[in-house]
């Protein structure tokens, strides 16, 4: 049975940044930076300008979470240490 959660890996017209290049680019205006981890988790602690988009709510939500489709997407799910 198919999950009905997207991949966590990077599929055909995605890739993989490293952490070093995501931290050059953290006020980077053009990337728009999104947590999928819960609510609570987010609430914990995230990367400043993060947007929290749980990933149970991703399909739901991203389009107005996102409206901007110029933008390059880095999704993460852990902390920034």
Same mark, same amino acid.
């Given at each position: 049975?198919?999950?009905?959660?997207?991949?966590?890996?990077?599929?055909? @017209? &995605? *890739?993989?940044?490293? #952490?070093? *290049?995501? =931290?050059? =680019?953290?006020?980077? $205006?053009?990337? $728009?930076?999104?947590?999928?981890?819960? /609510?609570?988790?987010? /609430?914990?602690?995230?990367?400043?300008?993060?947007?929290?988009?749980?990933? $149970?709510?991703? #399909?739901? #939500?991203? =389009?107005?979470?996102?409206?901007?489709?110029? &933008?390059?997407?880095?999704?993460?799910? @852990?902390?920034?240490?």
């Amino acid at each position: 049975m198919p999950s009905s959660h997207p991949s966590p890996w990077p599929s055909e @017209g &995605q *890739e993989a940044i490293s #952490r070093e *290049e995501l =931290r050059t =680019r953290l006020d980077d $205006a053009s990337l $728009a930076l999104v947590n999928v981890l819960p /609510a609570a988790t987010f /609430a914990d602690g995230h990367i400043p300008g993060s947007v929290n988009l749980p990933l $149970a709510e991703l #399909r739901q #939500r991203a =389009r107005a979470a996102l409206p901007n489709l110029e &933008q390059e997407i880095a999704v993460y799910c @852990g902390s920034f240490t």
